[in-house]
Each structure stands twice: as C-alpha cells, then as structure tokens.
C-alpha cells in the first residue's frame, strides 16, 4: 500500500533495554522525520534526514540514533530506553524542509518505559 | 530561534464560527502551516500560507500577515467532529517547528 507506515503500533519496554521503531514510505520522498509528541511540549524534532546517509539532528537528539541506508526507510533507535522517553513517536516524509503540501505523517508509536 | 505561540485550549459552539491565533517569531521565512489533529491520530495537514492574507478552504480559512508574525485558522459552520487540535507550524526553511496545539472542544 502507499503511503508512510510505522511500526509497531504500541510498545512496552524496560528501562535500559535497546528498541527501534521502523517508518517506511513509498512515495520516494527525500526527506524523512522523527517527531515526539509529549504533553506539555507539543511535536518535537528529534532527527532528521534529507536523503539516503544523510541524517541530522534535530531540537531533541539525545539517546537516540537514526540511520537511513535506503530511502523508503528511516529506522529510529534508542539505545538504552529511560522513563522519560515515554512519548509518542511519529515519523514524517516529504518532498522537503517545506514545500506547500508540508509533511505526511504516519500514525505514530506509543511507546512506554517502564 | 523559532518561536511559535498559540492558545492551549478553545471551546466553541456547534455552528458557530472560531478563529485560532498563532504568532510566531522567525527569520527566513518558507510558509506557514496548519495541521489538524485528532485524538490517538496522527496531524494531516489543513492549509499553507506563503503569501499574505487569506486563503479559503470551505469551511477552513486561514490568514497570514508576515510582517506581523500571525497566523490564524478560521472554522466556520462548526460540527462536533471538528473537535481536535489544530498546530500551527513552519516558518523557516529548516525543518518545520510546531507550536503546542490548540485543542478546540466543540460543544452542543
């Protein structure tokens, strides 16, 4: 199917643990992201990439790693998971920074840290 | 740096119209953005404003004044399933930076 998927949908894990989400477009956009949603702080900019070996930091890097060896995926790991990583995770494409159609979205991680 | 401010929260009425606020302080500017956002969902995108004034959508209408650093989002003919949150993001040419959300309740 086209479009922007994530996976898994839900994840339970333990402090410490190492975890990666998956996101896997097929639209071949160039650009590739992973926002945080908490409340409080609203969507996040944790990395991002603007093509396949390119990545980027973005507003709330820390513990996390990303790679992007193909573009249709843009895998997000966290090393070794803490409570405060608790978060919704969602990853985001599109044709650039900007652009006038902005950035779909896929529909998101929940993660938990226990 | 890339600051954007909007109300946390809003109640409004079904049929009614609402307007929401957002400013925003930035250099660079690329377009501004309004997503909405339900509830467990993902934010899918609304409207964007590159040049000023107003850009009409049916019942969604957004403006931008640039030299003042505002936004808003206009909902006309309010239906209860335009209850969600409603981020306003952009400006620059980086990646896009999102203000809190807005959560707009609409009510009977």
């Known amino acids: 199917d086209a479009g922007i998927t994530q996976s898994p949908r839900y994840k339970i894990t333990e402090t410490g643990r190492q975890v990666t989400l998956m996101c896997h477009q097929t639209w071949s956009h160039s650009y590739m992201f992973w926002y945080r949603q908490d409340l409080g702080h609203g969507l996040r900019l944790i990395y991002y990439?603007?093509?396949?070996?390119?990545?980027d930091k973005g507003e709330v890097p820390d513990g996390y790693v990303v790679s992007r060896s193909k573009t249709e995926n843009f895998p997000l790991t966290l090393e070794s998971a803490t409570r405060s990583q608790t978060s919704v995770y969602f990853c985001?494409?599109?044709?650039?920074?900007?652009?006038?159609?902005?950035?779909?979205f896929g529909s998101g991680t929940r993660l938990t840290v226990v | 740096g890339q600051n954007i401010d909007q109300p946390t929260e809003m109640t409004a009425t079904e049929g009614a119209i609402v307007q929401i606020n957002c400013t925003y302080q930035?250099?660079?500017?690329?377009?501004l953005f309004w997503y909405q956002q339900h509830a467990g969902e993902a934010p899918t995108f609304l409207s964007y404003?590159?040049?000023?004034g107003l850009e009409e959508k049916g019942r969604f209408s957004s403006f931008l004044s640039r030299s003042k650093g505002y936004s808003y989002l206009l909902l006309k003919e309010l239906q209860m399933k335009d209850s969600a949150s409603y981020l306003c993001s952009g400006p620059g040419n980086t990646p896009l930076v999102f203000g809190k959300g807005t959560r707009l309740s609409v009510i009977a």
């Open positions: 930035t250099s660079g500017f690329n377009g």
């Open positions: 990439s603007a093509a396949a070996d390119i990545t």
């Open positions: 404003n590159v040049l000023d």
């Open positions: 985001a494409s599109s044709e650039s920074t900007g652009g006038s159609y902005g950035y779909t």
